[in-house]
């Protein structure tokens, strides 16, 4: 089984900065891309940006230039940098990994999403 543990989330003002994280912890044999996602109320959930395990990355069009994505490898965190904060921004925020996981199955990958860290920009 593996965990993904977000953390960074909360109140900023418009023009603001959060920093998000997310570690994933278990039964790990390899993190293959990482990524962030978020969802607003009544809207469905979109993609923010996402980085394989290359150091490549992509990001949602409403976000480039503002949002940074990066992970440590050694650490198996995903970390989502957001600068100049828009009320539009305000959405939970989920961190997705795919994760190759060990077990005496041997290896399997799987999807694994957290828990969700809310996000609101509001002066």
């Known amino acids: 089984q593996v965990q993904l543990v977000e953390s960074g989330g909360g109140l900023v003002q418009p023009g603001g900065s959060l920093r998000l994280s997310c570690a994933a912890s278990?039964?790990?044999?390899?993190?293959?891309?990482m990524g962030w996602y978020r969802q607003a109320p009544g809207k469905q959930r979109e993609l923010v940006a996402v980085v394989t395990s290359g150091g490549s990355t992509n990001y949602a069009d409403s976000v480039k230039g503002r949002f940074t994505i990066s992970r440590d490898n050694a650490k198996n965190t995903v970390y989502l940098q957001m600068n100049s904060l828009k009320p539009e921004d305000t959405a939970v925020y989920y961190c997705?990994?795919?994760?190759?996981?060990?077990?005496?199955?041997?290896?399997?990958?799987?999807?694994?999403w957290g828990q969700g860290t809310q996000v609101t920009v509001s002066s």
């Open positions: 278990g039964s790990i044999f390899r993190v293959n891309d």
């Open positions: 997705n990994a795919g994760v190759v996981e060990a077990g005496t199955w041997g290896i399997r990958p799987v999807d694994y």
